[in-house]
Structures are given as C-alpha cells and as structure tokens.
C-alpha cells in the first residue's frame, strides 16, 4: 500500500497467547472503544489467567471501580448489551440493569426498552427511575421466587387475594420485610445445605446482584463467603426431558445432552486439574454453582499464587473468623456507646490523647519533625501507627502545634463575613499583628481608589442632573404660562 520496501518493526518470539493479549489491549486504546467492547475486552484477560481487576486497573491506568463497572456489562442479555453498544441507553442505566438476572432483563426489554414498546418505554428515562420501576414491578413478583409459597397463598398481603378475579401466577407480595425475611431464611438454609453436602466449594457474592442478609448471615455463622471482583460464569444446567414444545426430535435432545456431559466433563477435568475454581454464589434470590479460571502470575512475580492445602485453607478460614469478632465488636459498639450518659464523668487524660490522635490528620508537614517524625513526601500524612506513637508521650509544646495547626486547617472554610472568617482575623491578630494590618492596607488603598473613582462619577452624574433639571425648569413655566392664556378667554365666554 505504501509502496515501501523496507518499514521500521520489532520483532519478537511470543506465545499465542501474549500475542491475543497485546492484540485486545491495543484495541483499548482506541478512543471509539465501546463499553461492551471494554467489558467482553477486560473479561477475555481475566479469562486468560492472566490478570484480575487489580492487574487490569493497573495497567489500563483506571481505578478498580472503573473496571468492575465494566465487568458488570458481561451479565447483560444481547439485546440490551446492543442498545448500550449504540447509546440508546446510558451507562448509568445499564449498570442498574446489570444487577438483576436474564429472566428480569428479558422481561424488562421485552416490555420496556423494546422499540414497539410506545406506551410502556424506559428510554430516555434517568438511572434512578428505572431502578426505581424495575424495584416496583420486578422485585416483590412472588414467581421469582424460589422458597416456598404455600403461606403465601392464603396471605392477606398476597395481591391475589386483593382481587376478585386475578390473572393467575403467584401473585405480587405487599409486605416487604416478610418477603425479604422469607428470601433470606431460604437461601442460608440452602447455602448451609450446600455446604454440608460439598465442603469444598466455597461460597461468594459478586459486587451486584447479592443478597447482603444473608452474607450477613453465613459470615456470622462462621462461614466465609468470597467477594468476587470479577464476574463468574454460571454452571451449565442440565437440559430437561424433551417436550414437544422445546424439541422437534428426541435426537435433538440428545444432541444437547451430549453437549451438557462435554461441558461438565471439561469443567471437572479444568477444575481437577487447578485451572479453575468451583463457587457457590450467593445472588438475590437463588444461590447457584458457577466457576471462575484461576489467575497466574510470571514466576518472578511477587503475587505469586501459592495453592493452598485443605489445613491451609481451614485456618485461613479460623483466622478470618476471629477478625469478623473484632469488626462485629467494633460496629455494636459504635451503635451502644451512643446509648450512654457521660456528661457526669470527669474528662481523662485518656481521652484527652484520643482528642489529639484525631487533631494529628491537620498537622502541617512542616511541623512532622517537631513531634519526631522524619523526612516524608510532602504529600503522605501520617500513618495510625505514627499518631499513636506521637499522643504516647505530647509535650505542651507539641500540644500547642497540633491544636493550631487543626484551627489553621478549619480556617480554610472562612469567606466574607461569615463567623469563621471573624475567629481567623481574631487568630491573625494575636499571632501576626503586623502582617495583618499590612494585609488590611494593602486592600484598604485598593479600596480607596475606586472608592475615589466612584465619588467623581457620583459628582459628575450630580451636575448632569442638576443641569437637566434647570434646562426642563423654563420649559415648563412656559407650559404653564400658556394653560393661563388658554383660561382666560373661556372665563370671559362665561362672563358674557
């Protein structure tokens, strides 16, 4: 095409797989780059083992909510997926879509966002709208359920039994907390059933789409339950008996078969082989089996992946359920304190070092030395462990630096005539007189000479007015002289 015979290049011995990497991270770098494109984009590296959202962030230059926003997208039916790939839906809409699963995507396309859907359509409408008619139409339909329903239908909440003629199906429910509560009862039964019968799957919950109760719940139990920063593909489901509705041919469901038992076949023997890792996910309203590829490192990395024994992994397990004491002490904690009367107490000498420990994030960076902290970067701040070690053992010196380095921080929220702004000219006056008044004069001539420039066009507008009014003055005496002339010959008439 160039007609070149020579052209520059660089040429290197890659595997086939590093060459696939180089070639969808170049396509990134375009700056037409859809977000469909970037999520399938950023969920092929993940897939490769290679990278997770941490890798991905770090050398997209993007910050992990950015990529996880991204991932999400993978969870969307094509349909909407392709109205998000030609903007006739925004991010911000697609993202609340993403968090419910394929049924209610479908649903919500078909009746919504569909574009023969005139009368009912979503489009156009804001992010908060249509999380707020997908939680109203979607979330209380007693059909997406999964826990058991016979209560429910002789419930008086039950929008069957509202009606006198209803549409069939389950029904909507019209008491919220006894939904959720039934929702959560089922699925920790169901996740602690799972796990009795395959302890060594273990559980987790993807950044949407989670039910928080009941992870609440298994980790208070003793259970730990994975955060996922990458989304998991679900188990394949195993094709039912064939139904003359589904299936033309009984052939045909044994081609479908075949295709579930290879699938399966090649998950256990990827799994088996540590390639892949088993989940039990914890979504909304179902808990299900899906699997995510492992991600490698080089061997000279320092996140090398170490696999971990069965031991391993239960005292990892112990450790982490002896943290989940301390953040549970800590979280009861901040709610009862608030319930206790102290103002009888006398004020400690514990509590006054607690009052500095917070007073430290104001410390200037010029004063780090005093309080016996070295040279740092003049854009850290001082570490918890650094605080602590200061408060131990405060001189009055020390004391006096932290607290007006703490007012000289609040100060900053002074404007015009505001109180703080009264507080910061009193504090200049006790600890800068001189600068103060040079500050205040400084305004003050500026002040000055607009204040003198205003006076002389006030005078100049006066004299302009004065003159007018004297120009107008014999005008309207001759007015008047004349409406006397025009008087007298009608006082005359009358006369005579």
């Not at 052939?251 to 090649?266: A, F, G, I, K, R």
């Amino acid at each position: 095409m160039a007609k070149l015979e020579e052209i520059p290049a660089i040429v290197m011995e890659i595997s086939d797989e590093v060459a696939e990497e180089m070639a969808v991270t170049e396509n990134l770098q375009r700056k037409d780059v859809t977000p469909i494109e970037e999520a399938n984009a950023y969920q092929k590296l993940i897939d490769s083992g290679r990278h997770d959202v941490q890798s991905l962030a770090v050398q997209f230059g993007k910050n992990e909510n950015y990529i996880r926003t991204r991932l999400k997208f993978v969870s969307l039916i094509p349909e909407i997926a392709q109205l998000l790939e030609h903007d006739e839906i925004t991010i911000s809409v697609a993202s609340e879509i993403c968090r419910y699963g394929e049924d209610i995507q479908k649903d919500v396309y078909d009746k919504h966002l569909k574009e023969d859907a005139l009368h009912h359509s979503w489009r156009g409408m804001k992010a908060t709208e249509v999380a707020r008619n997908i939680e109203r139409q979607y979330t209380t339909d007693l059909e997406r359920y999964a826990f058991d329903k016979t209560l429910c239908l002789s419930c008086p909440h039950n929008t069957n039994n509202m009606v006198l003629f209803c549409e069939g199906g389950c029904g909507n429910c019209a008491n919220r907390t006894c939904l959720a509560e039934m929702n959560a009862a089922y699925l920790t039964e169901k996740a602690v059933r799972l796990m009795e019968e395959r302890p060594d799957v273990p559980l987790c919950h993807e950044n949407a789409n989670y039910n928080e109760i009941v992870v609440e719940r298994l980790t208070a139990m003793g259970y730990e339950v994975e955060r996922l920063n990458c989304y998991a593909k679900a188990y394949p489901e195993q094709p039912e008996a064939p139904l003359k509705d589904d299936y033309d041919t009984a052939e045909e469901y044994e081609q479908e078969l075949n295709d579930y038992t290879e699938e399966c076949e090649e998950i256990r023997t990827r799994c088996e082989a540590g390639e892949i890792t088993l989940y039990f996910r914890v979504e909304s309203k179902d808990i299900v089996l899906c699997y995510m590829t492992k991600v490698t490192y080089d061997s000279n990395s320092t996140n090398q992946e170490q696999t971990l024994s069965p031991m391993e992994k239960l005292e990892k397990q112990d450790k982490r359920n002896k943290e989940i004491v301390l953040e549970k002490t800590v979280e009861d904690t901040k709610k009862r304190i608030l319930e206790v009367d102290m103002s009888e107490c006398k004020f400690g000498q514990d509590e006054d070092k607690m009052i500095y420990f917070f007073l430290l994030s104001s410390l200037r960076n010029e004063h780090f030395e005093v309080v016996g902290i070295g040279e740092k970067k003049t854009y850290c701040h001082l570490t918890d462990e650094e605080k602590i070690n200061i408060i131990a053992n405060l001189t009055s010196k020390q004391k006096a630096i932290i607290r007006r380095d703490f007012l000289i921080a609040n100060f900053k929220n002074a404007y015009g005539n505001n109180a703080i702004a009264s507080l910061l000219l009193d504090f200049a006056q006790k600890h800068m007189p001189d600068l103060l008044a040079d500050i205040k004069n400084g305004h003050n001539e500026v002040y000055e000479k607009r204040h003198q420039r205003i006076e002389e066009k006030k005078a100049v507008l006066l004299v302009q007015e004065q003159a007018k009014q004297e120009a107008e003055q014999p005008d309207k005496q001759q007015s008047e002289v004349g409406m006397q002339t025009e008087e007298q010959p009608q006082e005359e008439d009358i006369a005579a």
